[in-house]
T-cell receptor, first 120, second 114 residues
């Protein structure tokens, strides 16, 4: 099946620094990528949707200047947490959807393994 | 407000018992998916149900999509310790909103004790 990777798998940083997380689709072209945030024992909350070559669409309540998303190619999207603070500590998960895998009425998003961010 | 509500939120049972997890919404979805997620990993797709009333079986797991495509259930027979994890339902839509976006349910944390 399709593979989506994330790097790094975990990161610890000091408050005030910026952290970049990469999401790559390894064997298909991802026309759309999604970024989610998940707190312990809770569900996934969609942060933003990005289409290759265009600006990301952010969900209500998500600061676009704090969570910078770049989807510059069909296989790579990055999420940069700028000036990270302890409350940004969370599990960040990306998913990718390829145009050639879309089936009418069936949507398949392939999820990455997640990135654990701890801000001290 | 979560569009998809799952119940129960937490469930702890003994190995060999049966269980059912419910996923309910007031919105209609074009399809609904169930995922299982283990700690520190991304969610893994178990099944997609598309047609109202559809029933799909995956070994000991039985998934049902409501006739009105607003709700779904996951039934596990003779649970095993390996079934432990966070179960998430996710609707595609709803039909009145973004047509191709996944909306995740609130999640059910299942613990199967030996």
């Amino acid at each position: 099946g399709a593979v989506v990777s994330q790097h790094p798998s975990w990161v610890i940083c000091k408050s005030g620094t910026s952290v970049k997380i990469e999401c790559r689709s390894l064997d298909f072209q991802a026309t759309t990528m999604f970024w989610y945030r998940q707190f312990p024992k809770q569900s996934l909350m969609l942060m933003a949707t990005s289409n290759e070559g265009s600006k990301a669409t952010y969900e209500q309540g998500v600061e676009k200047d704090k969570f910078l998303i770049n989807h510059a190619s069909l296989t790579l999207s990055t999420l940069t947490v700028t000036s990270a603070h302890p409350e940004d500590s969370s599990f960040y998960i990306c998913s990718a959807r390829g145009g050639d895998r879309v089936i009418l009425r069936q949507e398949t998003q392939y999820f990455g393994p997640g990135t654990r961010l701890l801000v001290l | 407000t979560q569009l998809l509500e799952q119940s129960p939120q937490f469930l702890s049972i003994q190995e060999g018992e049966n269980l059912t997890v419910y996923c309910n919404s007031s919105s209609v979805f074009s399809s609904l998916q169930w995922y299982r997620q283990e700690p520190g990993e991304g969610p893994v797709l178990l099944v997609t149900v598309v047609t109202g009333g559809e029933v799909k079986k995956l070994k000991r797991l039985t998934f049902q999509f409501g006739d009105a495509r607003k709700d779904s259930s996951l039934h596990i027979t003779a649970a095993q310790t390996g079934d432990t994890g966070l179960y998430l339902c996710a609707g595609v839509g709803p039909s009145s909103g973004s047509a191709r976006q996944l909306t995740f349910g609130s999640g059910t944390q299942l613990t199967v004790l030996p």
